[in-house]
């Protein structure tokens, strides 16, 4: 055979004559791209390698390109666990296709495990048939010791049902970063999880660009570092683009998608921006106060870096504290708001009780996680519906309203805020681990677009010359009155109120009055929601009902099931508390209601307590979201 030819700038004619040369440029030919409609893939290793870098990196090129994606992290709930255990293992997932999709996806198509504990704790989700790429050289006898592996299921045959690809990617690491001055062996090998990155990048057809420039800005302080990173997410690519080992890789097209301009967001920084548009939209100064919880400490840490919208935050020295302070602060005109998880709200209850009392605007970010007490806090699940709801002493209603989607948080977030400034209640808002920490594409939004949301602050007396801080309007709203305003002194406090005047009251019908005019109140929110809308485009015996992060795999369940001609009906609650006017008139509609939770059944409950429809429940209590195609299952079953 003789030499092949190379189209080179610099020597148009430079032939290819070595084996090693013929050999690379023959792989490259040789190389089958595959087009796929959508892809799920896992990157899984010990939590100090550098997984959720690489996982969200991959997800920003993936936005880049058009594709529409949903990201799943998967943190250990250990600062750090001892390396190279089942207890320390981190993953990160994306799904991303070239049509609109709503969940991270279930079983991934490919998995990158970094060591055995990776492989052990993520190959029972793998499909069958799936791509792995292991890290041969993280597969010594010491880290197969710590994941109890008796022999190497590099070897054994354990991965017989799989593609496997052994790529020894620590090593190739430290050679690719060979040349770099003061660079160790050790320090270089830290960047392993680049080498994976763009491995998987020629896989799947990312661009490379976006990656190197992140790196070079990322890093650009870090000299040493970046040239290291550098080197080895080339490296990786280009393992993938010569090496005989893999011969396809695959490309997803763009995704269709309405003009406008779209950033990745994740829950947390959707709640953010929510409530930086609700401060502006309000005039209200935004405070909000929270102590360290995993996962809700997000919040306050992007907040934070937003001091020029005039966000004021404070970490406070406990959860009690925290939430007196964004009730102050309330009291005092300002956007007062709490962020916590399960065990901060048990916490914070009284202090919602005493909001309640006062009826001031008050806005509760309950993070939901697995509980309980300190259960598993880095893993998801959304079983405090009932507390919200309930979870306080004496007859204390409030309205509570729970996100869908990562993005959606932000809408969620500005309508929380809405209620609570227009009716003057604490609003309770329910995420969960998932949506904070998962991220997905989002259509920004004009801020001239939002509406505005009017405090309406008393000015001036209203009652024969007096100012009463009882005396409500056509919503059963009290007047907001700033301390310091002129004529309008009043006292505050957690004992009940005298209707109109605000004076303390022991008078058995007054509280009884009192009691009927707030809970009043919160029930008339219900006129101010809009209905429950459905999607029935034929005529369905079945309906799935959710609220919260079931949203997504409700939708891509019930889709997954009308493409089989089957007839399934699908709504969703965004308040939980009061439900919309129409929630009896549409369950009680079909012959058979199926409400999915990631608990053991608390929508369900509602449900039949308040309608006497005998609805169905499906429950996931795993750490984990749930799934479209176990849904898929489920739906069926039940049909």
């Keep these: 055979m003789g030499p092949l ?91 991303f296709a070239s049509r609109d999709i709503l969940t991270p996806g279930g079983r991934p198509n490919a998995l990158v495990a970094m060591n055995p504990a990776a492989l052990k704790v993520n190959l029972p ?85 976006v990656t190197t420039r992140w790196i070079e800005q990322k890093f650009a302080s870090a000299p040493l570092v970046m040239e290291a990173n550098l080197a080895a997410f080339r490296a990786g690519h280009n393992f993938g683009e010569t090496a005989e080992l893999l011969q396809v890789h695959y490309e997803v097209k763009p995704a269709p998608a309405q003009p406008g301009t779209y950033r990745g967001i994740n829950g947390t920084e959707a709640a953010a921006l929510g409530l930086i548009a609700a401060s502006v939209r309000s005039g209200l100064p935004l405070f909000l106060a929270s102590y360290p919880i995993t996962p809700a400490s997000e919040l306050l840490h992007e907040l934070s870096r937003h001091k020029r919208f005039g966000v004021r935050t404070v970490q406070a020295e406990d959860e009690i504290a925290a939430s007196n302070m964004a009730l102050g602060a309330a ?23 005493l909001a ?57 977030v500005f309508e929380s805020v809405r209620i609570a400034v227009r009716y003057r209640t604490p609003v309770i808002l329910l995420s969960d681990t998932f949506l904070a920490n998962s991220s997905e594409p989002w259509s920004i939004p004009k801020a001239a677009d939002l509406p505005q949301i009017d405090p309406g602050f008393a000015t001036q007396p209203n009652h024969d010359g007096q100012f009463w801080p009882y ?20 006292v505050i406090g957690g004992l009940e109120k005298e209707d109109g005047t605000g004076h303390i009251s022991y008078e058995a019908e007054n ?82 209601v199926l409400i999915p939770e990631a608990n053991t059944g608390q929508l369900v409950k509602i449900i039949r307590a308040e309608f ?12 984990l979201p749930i799934f479209a195609e176990e849904l898929d299952e489920a739906i069926v079953e039940r049909l």
């Design 125 to 209: 989700e793998l499909e069958r048939g799936g791509i792995l790429i292991a890290n041969e050289d993280g597969f010594t006898k010491t880290t197969l010791r710590k994941a109890a592996y008796e022999s190497s299921p590099l070897e054994d045959g354990t991965l017989d049902d799989y593609q496997v690809f052994r790529v020894p990617m620590t090593s190739m690491t430290v050679r690719a970063t060979d040349g770099i001055d003061g660079i160790t062996a050790r320090e270089a090998a830290r960047s392993k999880n680049f080498f994976a990155l763009g491995l998987v990048s020629w896989l799947y057809s990312r661009p490379v660009d």
């Design 612 to 623: 006497l429809v005998d609805a169905l429940s499906y429950t996931k209590v795993e750490g």
């Design 511 to 592: 509280h009884a009055r009192m009691t009927r005019l707030r809970a009043e109140k919160i029930a008339g929110i219900a006129s101010d929601i809009g209905e429950l809308e459905v999607d029935d485009p034929e005529g369905a015996e079945l309906l799935v009902l959710g609220w919260g992060s079931t949203y997504g795999a409700i939708t891509g369940a019930v889709r997954r099931v009308r493409r089989r001609g089957k007839k399934v009906a699908a709504a969703h609650l965004h308040h939980l508390n009061p439900l919309p006017s129409n929630t009896g008139e549409v369950v009680r509609s079909y012959p058979k």
């Design 471 to 490: 005396l409500r309007d056509e919503r059963l709203a009290r007047p907001w009155a700033l301390p310091g305003t002129k004529g309008l002194q009043h």
């Design 331 to 353: 009291f005092g005109g300002h956007l007062g708001v709490t962020v916590t998880s399960g065990p901060g709200m048990d916490l914070k209850a009284e202090t919602i009780g």
């Design 5 to 95: 030819w190379l189209a080179d700038q610099a020597d148009p004619g430079r032939s290819v004559e070595s084996i090693e040369e013929r050999g690379a440029l023959l792989s490259i030919l040789t190389k089958v791209l595959e087009e796929k409609e959508q892809v799920v893939v896992r990157f899984a290793g010990d939590s100090g390698d550098g997984i959720q870098l690489a996982g969200n990196r991959f997800a920003a090129a993936t936005a880049l390109i058009g594709n529409d994606l949903v990201t799943m992290p998967d943190f250990p709930a250990e600062i750090r666990a001892p390396a190279g255990t089942l207890a320390g293992v981190s993953a990160f997932q994306i799904h």
């Design 356 to 412: 309640v009392a006062l009826e001031l605007p008050l806005l509760v970010i309950d993070t939901q996680r697995a509980g309980p007490s300190t259960g598993m806090p880095t893993k998801t699940e959304a079983a405090d519906l009932l507390m919200a709801i309930h979870g306080r002493h004496g007859e204390s209603p409030l309205p509570v309203v729970a996100a869908a989607t990562p993005a959606q948080c932000f809408e969620a």
